[in-house]
């Protein structure tokens, strides 16, 4: 009986899909803030399901393009829709950077926030590298290999970038939009003064290494066959 059941539950961890996966890692992650905001009274990490709602946008979007071939092929659709992915993917590797209040909130065990947070920052970076790699391959069909390999680097940057941006300059994607000449004026000042702005190339260059390492590699491990 015991068999049976155990050989039952291989085979649901087998046939479950990588969507399914991650809409169950998502939901740990709010049971895990659930249990304590409970637990503790306080709400100081309520932020988190919006910052994973934010990385979910641009996995959304390339799985929205995966039911729509249509709109892939129609390239009136297809760069508007780009452009929007490529406002908001930067939010799938920004999550990670919420490590950062681990050092200043002490209202509950020090292991149970350093493991819910890194359990909402993995689920946030595994939406992005799972559209970026979609994205990749429809820019892969369109323009060749080596294009695209190039388009993945400076996708990587580009959310190295943002993620400056938006951790200590506290701009948001829709700020494009919502405050465009003060994110201008900030982007243009780092970009013609990059000396008086060392701080903010040394991270954005230290993030877009390891987030091109943590790309590729996990990208290989998917192409691999592992034993």
């Not at 799938?92 to 950062?100: A, G, N, P, R, V």
């Not at 400056?164 to 948001?172: K, T, V």
């Amino acid at each position: 009986m015991r068999k049976s059941y155990m050989l039952r539950l291989t085979d649901l961890f087998a046939t479950a899909s990588m969507h399914q996966w991650l809409m169950l890692s998502s939901a740990f992650n709010m049971t895990l803030l659930a249990g304590r905001m409970i637990a503790t009274g306080n709400i100081e990490y309520i932020f988190l399901p919006w910052n994973l709602f934010l990385a979910f946008i641009p996995y959304f979007i390339t799985r929205m393009l995966a039911f729509m071939p249509g709109w892939i092929e129609r390239k009136k659709i297809l760069l508007p829709v780009l452009a929007v992915w490529l406002l908001f993917i930067p939010n799938s590797f920004y999550i990670i950077t919420d490590l950062y209040h681990l050092t200043h909130v002490d209202t509950a065990a020090k292991w149970y926030d350093l493991l819910m947070i890194f359990s909402f920052a993995w689920t946030g970076l595994l939406f992005g590298v799972l559209s970026l790699r979609k994205v990749e391959l429809i820019v892969l069909l369109e323009r060749g290999r080596r294009f695209s390999v190039l388009f993945v680097l400076a996708v990587l940057w580009l959310c190295a970038f943002g993620i400056y941006i938006g951790r200590f300059l506290r701009f948001n994607s829709w700020d494009v939009l919502a405050d465009p000449l003060s994110l201008a004026g900030e982007i243009g000042a780092m970009l013609f003064h990059p000396g008086e702005h060392a701080y903010a190339w040394g991270m954005t260059f230290c993030y877009a290494v390891f987030m091109t390492m943590l790309y590729f590699t996990t990208r290989r491990m998917g192409e691999s066959s592992l034993v």
